[in-house]
């Protein structure tokens, strides 16, 4: 066991940031040529997400054993914890440019294109949200707030109880409340992600709601879209730090790779919320 005043413990050369990279451009490549029509784009993007997964699962499985086996101080927790808070916060500013793009086109350039100038070439364009925006005469009916986005709210707020009730848990050195905690998070994580699955179906085959319909299908999907990977990613993280509970890992003093996991699950959570408000409610 490293003591307080030990040097600061370096890891071995790793090969997982470079699988993380290969599995971001893999996704990134596949999902824009997919949009784009080309056959082949899904397998890619699939095929990009499988080595996200590896990469996760496996990098989380070194850093187990390296904290298992005592070579973290307080200097290396305390390290973590920026990382994961700096981590956040990239990702607060990644949503924060989407949620911008939405109140850019519902403030500004729809009230915009529909003002006396813009009627002489566009003359039966209505500026009111929901709208495709000029040009594009294919009908869509929005997604409304009070049915699946509701139910799925009240899933993720849940799960953001049953994860800080599997936290008092470890906490307490209940290690049944913990497992328990983190098996109910993960069932509504999943809850919600296939509910999602069934909303997106249901957009594109009976409301006819595209990523091509314009400013509201672009914003809806990106945004939706992009929440439901971090909520994906979460619950990977989750089944990971599952198994290490079940495996008898983390202690009430020691058991940061628990917290960083319950925080950015609460960022999720929060990302949610303002997401159902302004994309289905308002």
């Known amino acids: 066991m490293l003591s307080q005043s030990a040097r600061y413990f370096v890891p071995d050369p790793s090969r997982w940031p470079i699988f993380g990279s ?19 784009g899904k397998y890619l993007l699939i095929a990009g997400l499988l080595v996200l997964v590896y990469m996760i699962v496996g990098w989380f499985s070194v850093v187990a054993h390296e904290s298992e086996g005592g070579k973290y101080n ?15 916060f990239s990702e607060v500013m990644f ?11 519902r403030v500004l350039s729809v009230p915009w294109l529909g003002d006396l100038e813009h009627k002489l070439l566009w003359p039966e364009f209505a500026a009111s949200w929901p709208v495709a925006g000029p ?18 709210t009240l899933l993720l707020l849940s799960s953001g ?16 409340q913990l497992i328990w905690g983190l098996v109910m998070t993960i069932a509504l994580g999943m809850t919600f992600l296939g509910f999602q699955i069934y909303e997106y179906v249901h957009a594109y085959s009976e409301l006819n709601l595209k990523l091509t319909m314009g400013a509201y299908g672009a914003t809806f999907f990106m945004l939706t879209g992009f929440h439901g990977f971090h ?28 917290e960083g996991v319950a925080w950015y699950w609460h960022f999720v959570d929060v990302v949610w919320l303002i997401l159902f408000v302004f994309v289905y409610w308002v």
């Open 161 to 176: 109880v049953t994860v800080t009730w599997a936290h008092w848990g470890l906490l307490r050195n209940n290690r049944p």
């Open 74 to 88: 307080k200097q290396v927790d305390t390290s973590f914890r920026w990382g994961m808070g700096w981590f956040i």
């Open 231 to 258: 909520v994906t990613v979460g619950t990977i993280m989750l089944w990971v730090i599952l198994f290490r509970s079940v495996a008898g890992h983390f202690k009430a003093e020691h058991h940061f790779g628990f």
């Open 135 to 152: 040009g594009i005469k294919e009908q869509f009916s929005p997604m409304g707030a009070w049915g699946i986005p509701a139910l799925n």
């Open 95 to 105: 949503f924060a440019a989407f949620f911008g793009a939405l109140f850019y086109m």
């Open 22 to 40: 290969i599995a971001l451009l893999s996704m990134a490549f596949g999902a824009t040529t997919s949009f784009n029509g080309v056959s082949w």
